[in-house]
């Protein structure tokens, strides 16, 4: 099936969980759209392959060996392959995502934007991810707290700036373990603020990297660098 909306939260599976009170969505063995006939998933901000947006503070989601092939675009902010914004305490396992990512910021092959602690772990993106701001093979940005570990991405990440092979932006102390990013990052260079690197791109408050490995190419920014390119308090490697 395709989805197309002139608004916001749309989702594969769920547009929006999460509304004042707890309303936690688990999804397991889940698969969206077919490997040789790809989905179509279009709208405003928060669009994801299975979930568009886990509303502030309750929208947790679990989402255990699910895959998705499908293209994901938001004309606003936060695009993901999975979740366009993932909110704290959600925890994404063993799926998959084949397809296009894009938006105009935020936007990843796994989560376009993580919001608290969060775990992405042993997922495998192939897909190419397009933004102007923050874009990651698997997240787009992601604060304090926030783990990803044993993740695989193959790809393109294009047109923007803070592009990563796996994290776009990390805003705190983000771990990402044991990743590999198979990434050709291309940063639009300006002559203010541009960076790329083919884990993070730009590390802010003690992030640690550790275990991973990176081959792809890396073009035309102003802090590049194989792992991370542009690194600002502790940040371990």
Request: proline share 0%; charged share 10%; glycine share 20%.
């Amino acid at each position: 099936a395709d989805i197309t909306s002139s608004d916001q939260a749309c989702g594969g599976m769920v547009g929006m969980n999460g509304s004042g009170t707890s309303v936690p969505v688990t999804m397991t063995r889940c698969t969206y759209g077919k490997e040789d006939a790809k989905s179509t998933i279009k709208g405003k901000t928060n669009i994801g392959g299975l979930l568009g947006l886990g509303s502030s503070g309750t929208g947790i989601a679990t989402l255990t060996s699910c895959h998705v092939y499908a293209d994901v675009t938001a004309s606003g902010n936060n695009a993901g392959g999975m979740i366009g914004s993932a909110k704290s305490g959600s925890v994404i396992n063993s799926c998959t995502y084949s397809g296009i990512v894009s938006s105009s910021q935020y936007a990843g092959g796994v989560t376009g934007v993580v919001e608290g602690k969060i775990t992405i772990e042993s997922c495998d993106v192939a897909a190419d991810v397009t933004t102007t701001l923050n874009g990651g093979g698997i997240a787009g940005a992601a604060g304090a707290g926030a783990s990803i570990k044993s993740c695989t991405y193959t790809g393109t990440i294009t047109k923007g700036n803070y592009v990563g092979g796996i994290l776009g932006r990390s805003t705190g102390a983000v771990t990402i373990d044991s990743c590999v990013s198979k990434a050709d990052v291309k940063v639009t260079y300006n002559s203010s603020s541009n960076c790329g690197g083919g884990i993070i791109a730009c590390s802010y408050g003690g992030s640690t990297i550790k275990g991973c490995e990176y081959s792809g190419t890396l073009y035309d920014g102003q802090s590049m660098g194989g792992i991370v390119g542009y690194a600002q308090g502790k940040t371990t490697v």
